[in-house]
T-cell receptor, first 116, second 115 residues
Framework: NAGVMQNPRHLVRRRGQEARLRCSPM?????VYWYRQLPEEGLKFMVY????????ESGMPKERFSAEFPKEGPSILRIQQVVRGDSAAYFC??????????????FGPGTRLLVL | AQSVTQLDSHVSVSEGTPVLLRCNYS??????LFWYVQHPNKGLQLLLK??????LVKGINGFEAEFKKSETSFHLTKPSAHMSDAAEYFC?????????????FGKGITLSVRP
């Protein structure tokens, strides 16, 4: 039973380019969360999605960032016109139900984005 | 809104000695609390979680944590450190204030284990 999968594991972009980060949740999980980890900091919540729905995007920057979780395929976190400050590790987590505070979120290995 | 404070950013112990990683939380509701471990360049692994059942929670790899509501603490302990325990440890809180189980992370503690 594969865990949460993220790709690519490492991504290098030049300023102004677009970055696309992919997350495939664990089998049977329909809830996906994206978190960002800046150097020397803990993870910060970005967005919570169910299939075809954005439930909570309160942690997403207002511009350049978007996320989707289509009916088929992985969840995508998209960063347009990247800047150096976007360099971070981006983690995806999934859970089966999403509505319960006791529920464990299972994390992927992360994508480490470096903007030159 | 909930928050997590991990006052120590770095803890260093000798192999075979006890480990204590401190965590204090703030929550308007009855929280669920978690400890996650992150090894270098790896994802996060759940060590243990508290969900309002027993206040002393046992996790993987010999770790345990005690929920103390009066002190708003959830410190992580292990009787005897191994070299393989060297990693980053995050205390995490999730509460009922929202409609989903959004997690709030502490800044993390780097645990070093000396031979």
């Amino acid at each position: 039973n594969a865990g949460v999968m993220q790709n690519p594991r490492h991504l290098v972009r030049r300023r102004g380019q677009e970055a696309r980060l992919r997350c495939s949740p664990m089998k049977g999980h329909s809830h996906v969360y994206w978190y960002r980890q800046l150097p020397e900091e803990g993870l910060k919540f970005m967005v919570y999605l169910q299939k075809e729905n954005i439930i909570d995007e309160s942690g997403m920057p207002k511009e350049r960032f978007s996320a989707e979780f289509p009916k088929e395929g992985p969840s995508i976190l998209r960063i347009q016109q990247v800047v150096r400050g976007d360099s971070a590790a981006y983690f995806c987590a999934s859970s089966p139900w999403g509505q319960f505070i006791q529920e464990t979120q299972y994390f992927g290995p992360g994508t480490r984005l470096l903007v030159l | 809104a909930q928050s997590v404070t991990q006052l120590d950013s770095h803890v260093s112990v000798s192999e075979g000695t006890p480990v204590l990683l401190r965590c204090n939380y703030s929550s308007s509701y009855s929280p669920s609390l978690f400890w996650y471990v992150q090894h270098p360049n790896k994802g996060l692994q759940l060590l243990l979680k508290y969900t309002s059942a027993a206040t002393l929670v046992k996790g993987i790899n010999g770790f345990e944590a005690e929920f103390k509501k009066s002190e708003t603490s959830f410190h992580l302990t292990k009787p005897s450190a191994h070299m393989s325990d060297a990693a980053e440890y995050f205390c995490v809180v999730s509460d009922e204030s929202g409609a989903n189980s959004k997690l709030t992370f502490g800044k993390g503690i780097t645990l070093s284990v000396r031979p």
